[in-house]
């Protein structure tokens, strides 16, 4: 069906429903003389009159009376069609897959399960956990969270948590018989619980800051990790130093279960970030998910 022909059953509809040619001009914010012209162009496509038309008055004829019958429930199927799609727009619903490290995971993503499907009980979410620095895009996920040093610079990113700071701790029982690093070249003389990137299999390098002076330091150790829950309890079993993010080990330095040290050499660095490709229009689901983070983190 061309445009002018739909136009034309459109017009036809409004004059049946208004009994005037006036006031269906009026909504279709036609003139009256077009509407006139669209009826006699449909009625000579058709080859048959569909509207009686008096100086006061217009009405159908049993042909239009068909013909208005079923472009009812044509039109009626159409604005429901339309009505659906703004629906969805409000009520998010849909597909969603996130890709977050581990970390991540716990801090934002495993407190919030259960709450944002009662929530939201339309959207089947997708969380992947991955340590692997995945190209969100090319992964086909619609979203992820990355501490704010690993962005891509074509992101859109949300802020979910305050800086962070690095902490160096080992127990209380380490230290028994050892002295407290005061300096960083001083955990040379340490046992240190180094951990080992999963993207690549590369020992992460301690990295220290104070003023103008950054210094990385390869550890030594006897003990390497690449999960950092299994740093933690090594460094509570005394195994020997560890360096995490503040907030992973705050609990256990208020309880005296850690000791921290090296703090004023221990660099801060931006945060966590949600983050999704640029995009005009961002989907109702993804909307939904990061305020719903956004609102809890």
Known sequence: MRGSEF???????????EGSFVRAAARLRVSPPALSQSIRQLEARVGVRLLNRTTR?????????????????????LD???????AARDRPAGSLRINVPRVAA???IAPILGEFQRAYPD??????????????????FDAGIRLGERLEKDMVAVK????????????PAY??????PRHPQDLHQHRCIKFQWPSGGNIYRWEFSRGKRALEIAVEGSLTVNETDLMLNAALDGAGIAYMIDYQVRPWIEKGKL?????AWSPSFPGFYLYHPSARHVPPALRAFIDFVRERS
């Open 7 to 17: 136009t034309e059953l459109k017009a036809f509809s409004a004059i049946v429903e």
């Open 57 to 77: 008055s217009v009405s159908p004829t049993a042909a239009g009376d068909t013909l208005f019958a079923r472009l009812a429930v044509a039109f009626g199927e």
């Open 80 to 86: 429901g069609a339309v009505a659906d799609i703004r």
């Open 106 to 108: 716990v801090r934002f």
């Open 123 to 140: 959207i089947a979410l997708t969380v992947i956990v991955d340590d692997m620095l995945t190209d969100i895009v090319e992964g086909r």
């Open 160 to 171: 979910l948590s305050e800086d962070l700071q690095m902490a160096a701790v080992a127990a």
């Open 175 to 180: 230290f028994e018989n050892r002295a407290i």
């Open 259 to 263: 000791v921290r040290f090296l703090e």
